[in-house]
């Protein structure tokens, strides 16, 4: 018996292989829509990542590809505000070999739902709530993560951010307006000591 296809699993069958899907996103009642979802996951064509959110991934010989926790992250909170701390931190501008058992975020003043695959710090600065996933590494690496994450300690971090503040990949003025309201002394005083030696090599005025 052929089983007619509403719209929320033509909505299904066009989304892209390497998409996310939100159930609530869905044409249609949420009950079709809860319908369409669970049919796909029979058939092997969804996986659940947390409640009302799946992926589309590649079908392979082991199962489906599943999106990395970076990606999740992304879908879930965006990427204002929220970035990589800890060895991750150190891991996004290429400063260390350690892979950590669990990848680790910070996130700016908000609740965070359950189920994402990543360990998760809360910053209460108000000022970061407009910096890149990259300018919250930055902070989280000058807060103090750089003595433990580094691999070739603090010389090796200024040439780093000196060179993604050149390329623009930091916005410099951003992190120091967002540093000023940092609890943590240490972040002040490491920004501090980094502007000092990037004003030497004339990377900032």
Do not use: C
Request: glycine residues 10%.
């Amino acid at each position: 018996m052929t089983v007619a296809v509403g719209p929320a699993g033509k909505a299904l069958q066009a989304v892209p292989v390497g998409s996310f899907v939100h159930t609530r996103k869905l044409p249609g009642s949420a009950d079709a829509a809860a319908s369409a979802v669970k049919r796909a996951r029979a058939r092997g064509e969804l996986i659940r990542i947390r409640k009302g959110l799946y992926f589309k991934g590649v079908k392979t010989r082991y199962g489906m590809t599943r999106p990395t926790a970076d990606a999740v992250v992304t879908e879930v909170l965006g990427t204002a505000g929220v970035g990589p701390t800890g060895f991750s931190a150190a891991r996004a501008f290429g400063l260390t070999t350690q892979v950590p058992a669990q990848p680790a975020i910070a996130v700016t003043g908000r609740r965070v739902p359950a189920g994402l695959p990543v360990r998760v710090t809360t910053r209460s600065n108000p000022a970061r709530a407009s910096l890149r996933p990259l300018e919250i590494a930055a902070l989280e690496l000058l807060r103090g993560d750089w003595k433990t994450t580094v691999d070739e300690g603090w010389e090796a971090l200024v040439s780093a951010l000196g060179a993604a503040t050149a390329s623009r990949k930091l916005r410099w003025n951003k992190l120091v307006a967002a540093a000023e309201h940092e609890h943590s002394s240490a972040l002040r005083e490491a920004l501090a000591r980094l502007q000092d030696g990037l004003r030497a090599s004339g990377v900032v005025a």
